[in-house]
């Protein structure tokens, strides 16, 4: 067993674990593996230990990734990242899941370019719910705004709602973060069908955000090891 598929078993019993302590069923939260500045050799061997979520930063360091990985047709690539609105035809031709749009004028770019024999892209809104201004996200008093507009888009399909809240020991901060943001994840699945995804929960604040709601966990060096 590579040390990749180990730290994966590792990832995924954590994640059960908290799941178990949550009173959830460990089948509703997907793993993530955030694979940006890894090598295409070491996701494959996340693919071999059985992963199939991959989420990147970097645009064109991820297309090379999966074009050299393009023989594993059964990945789904998650763009996670800023998007600048000159990278956009990139992301709506190469990804299945976009986690980071935050505007309509990229809503509207990402559904321009995203090819109309394809299924439309998976969309998420990324929220600022700290209210930091040095971190992107569209403020909450705009969801609603933005969620009509990708709900609209022929080839968008609005999933849900991800976020980074603002770094802290207080767990109980944290808990107020995630649950706030699961209470507007729940105000959108009631005006949306398709919204089924609470993308918030990394490495240092797992267990918190799978307690709070969370149905997807972003998870990278406790998999792939430090950033290179």
């Excluded at 995924?12 to 593996?33: E, H, M, S, W, Y």
């Excluded at 070491?42 to 970097?58: C, K, P, T, V």
């Excluded at 990278?87 to 749009?101: D, G, Q």
């Amino acid at each position: 067993m590579t040390e990749v598929a180990t730290k994966l078993t590792q990832v995924q019993k954590q994640i059960n674990d908290a799941c178990n302590q949550a009173n959830r069923d460990p089948q509703r939260v997907t793993l993530l593996a955030v694979s940006k500045t890894k090598s295409a050799q070491l996701i494959q061997q996340a693919i071999d230990a059985g992963q199939r979520h991959f989420g990147e930063n970097y645009v064109q360091e991820a297309v090379e990734k999966i074009q050299q990985l393009a023989h594993n047709p059964e990945l789904i690539w998650h763009f996670i990242g800023p998007i600048q609105a000159n990278k956009t035809r990139l992301i709506a031709e190469n990804f299945s899941w976009v986690h980071s749009v935050d505007r309509e004028k990229i809503a509207k770019r990402l559904n321009e370019q995203r090819a109309p024999n394809i299924t439309p892209l998976n969309v998420c809104l990324q929220v600022n719910i700290s209210g930091e201004q040095s971190k992107s996200g569209v403020n909450q008093d705009d969801i609603s705004a933005l969620a009509d507009f990708i709900n609209n888009c022929k080839h968008l399909r609005l999933r849900g709602i991800m976020a980074i809240p603002e770094k802290t020991d207080d767990s109980e901060q944290r808990l107020h973060r995630f649950n706030s943001l699961f209470s507007l994840y729940q105000q959108l699945q009631q005006r949306y069908p398709d919204v089924d995804t609470l993308s918030m929960g990394m490495s240092n604040d797992m267990p918190e955000a799978i307690a709070s709601g969370s149905t997807m966990v972003r998870i990278g060096t406790a998999i792939f090891g430090k950033r290179d």
